[in-house]
């Protein structure tokens, strides 16, 4: 007899119940993947914050160098100073508040404080910004050649370097000054494009430097004698990088101009102004020193050279003063080499025109020390044939010092009365002592002073720690003062005289 077998197996139920659930469980997994929240979108969410935490970190770090190098300058930073992100890739829009600028294809901005925000990612397309010159060359004006075009829409502005706007997207922008220039390309999709070009060979214009000479009469000063020929040289303010020099031998050398200027001889002085090595700019003018100015062979120092007269032709020779010098005394020094006949004057010429004479010669040689009176203006020397003015110079006077009276009975006994008076010289920067134990301690000298003993008193000038004028004085009493033998406690001591009073 046939039996059947029992079948086994999936039924179709189970199948479609199989097929159903794997379906679930395939969307809940795409889901976690790739849905808004999956992990895919996570991920990348994850990665496009820390991207924008790298640029804001690089943007900052770049601008606190900026500020470092701005403060160790002794400046601050400014919104101008933005432009320097350029160095490190980044494309500036503005640098206003905010500033806008582009890097590594996201868009960012700098607020007030400078702080900098990473925004989204650019997608959009921007126009493009041709920029070339016409030249190489060093000319005195370049011109730049724009050119902007877009793949979608149209160009609604371009922000020239001037600030000016145009519609133009093809025209010619001529320059005169060695810079970066930069234009601003704004697209109707709201993209912007920003390029720039550096321009490095206009021949720069710069102004020739103004010399001006005050050539005047050499002026007898607290430091000596100077020439009053101030020179006083304009260099050109407006351009960068300029070295500006002068010379006061006709340019055989040159010195670094850093002020006014004397110069001790008629001469012809140049100035020019250099940069990168090469001459931009150059003058020059002839000074020379009134004919009746004082030579400087007269006050260099030199006691063997001289300003004087060969000739039959009597002429003078004028030296300034300066107010400061009134008082003071100076050494002039005349001499004639021809004793036959010869002629040499000085003289002080006063305010109100008066002449007061202190030296003549007509042989020989006069060599003295004389003082400069009130209201001089300045010093006149006359000379004729073989005669010449050898030196004349500022001296420091010795200390003139004086001293009377007579001895005092006082309740103690009898003492001298010695009122001491020390008159030093004028000069600015002196320190004047005194001693009246000859030399063994010093004071200060604040004006006359007394003594009780008969002592040599001694007197100084000192300036910056070296003595320069001393003198010393043996007190003596008035011829009928009453000498100490009588008054010395010694009864075998004794003054003697005939009938003079005492």
């Keep these: 007899m046939y039996k059947s077998k029992k079948q086994k ?4 139920i189970a199948l479609i119940i199989t097929i159903i659930i794997l379906l679930i469980l395939v969307g809940v997994t795409i889901n976690v993947f790739v849905g808004d929240n999956g992990l895919f979108n996570t991920t990348k969410q994850a990665g496009e914050e820390y991207t924008k935490s790298q640029l804001k970190e690089e943007l900052e770090i770049e601008i606190a160098n900026i500020q470092s190098k701005k403060i160790a300058s002794g400046e601050e930073i400014s919104r101008e100073d933005l432009w320097e992100l350029e160095k490190i890739g980044a494309t500036m829009i ?51 050649k724009v050119k902007v075009t877009t793949e979608i829409g149209t160009i ?32 109707s999709n709201g993209a912007k494009s920003v390029a720039s070009i550096e321009i490095a060979n206009v021949k720069e214009i710069v102004a020739k430097p103004i010399i001006e000479s005050n050539y005047g009469y050499p002026i007898l000063t607290s430091k000596g004698i100077v020439n009053n020929g101030l020179t006083t040289i304009t260099y050109d303010e407006t351009k960068e990088g300029l070295e500006n020099f002068y010379s006061i031998n006709d340019g055989n050398t040159w010195i670094k101009y850093t002020g006014p200027f004397n110069t001790m001889q008629s001469t012809t002085i140049k100035a020019k102004s250099v940069k990168n090595g090469n001459i931009v700019s150059e003058a020059s003018i002839e000074v020379s020193i009134p ?10 120092g030199d006691e063997t050279t001289y300003d004087g007269a060969t000739g039959d032709d009597y002429y003078n020779r004028y030296l300034l003063v300066e107010p400061s010098v009134i008082g003071r005394n100076i050494k002039v020094i005349m001499k004639s080499w021809n004793p036959s006949w010869c002629v040499a004057d000085g003289a002080f010429v006063l305010e109100n025109g008066n002449i007061v004479s202190f030296g003549h010669i007509t042989s020989g040689e006069f060599n003295s020390m004389v003082e400069i009176p009130e209201n001089t203006v300045k010093i006149m020397f006359g000379v004729q044939k073989n005669t010449g003015i050898y030196e004349i110079q500022l001296v420091t006077m010795e200390p003139l010092i004086e001293s009377n009276g007579y001895p005092i009975l006082k309740s103690t006994g009898v003492s001298m009365n010695k009122n001491i008076s020390i008159t030093f010289d004028k000069e600015e920067g002196l320190e004047n002592y005194y001693s009246i134990d000859n030399g063994a301690t010093w004071s200060i000298y604040t004006g006359t002073f007394k003594v009780d003993t008969l002592d040599g008193i001694r007197a100084k000038s000192v300036k910056n720690g070296i003595i320069l004028s001393e003198s010393n004085k043996i007190i003596d009493s008035p011829s009928d003062a009453l000498t100490i033998e009588a008054f010395d406690g010694d009864e075998t001591t004794a003054i003697f005289g005939n009938v003079n009073d005492r």
Excluded at 9 to 12: A, E
Excluded at 162 to 173: M, N, P, R, S
């Design 156 to 187: 609604i502005s371009i922000t020239k370097p001037d600030g000016t706007i145009t519609t133009e997207t093809e025209f010619e922008y001529k320059v005169r000054e060695n810079k970066t220039y930069r234009f601003l390309a704004i697209g």
């Design 9 to 12: 197996g999936i039924t179709l």
């Design 291 to 300: 004919e009746d100015a004082l030579g400087v062979l007269a006050y260099d």
């Design 94 to 144: 503005s640098v206003g508040t905010p500033a806008e600028g582009e890097y590594k294809d996201y868009n960012f901005t700098v607020d007030e404080n400078y702080i900098v925000t990473i925004g989204e990612k650019s997608n959009i397309i921007k126009p493009e910004i041709q920029l070339t010159k016409n030249t190489e060359e060093i000319v005195e004006e370049v011109t730049i």
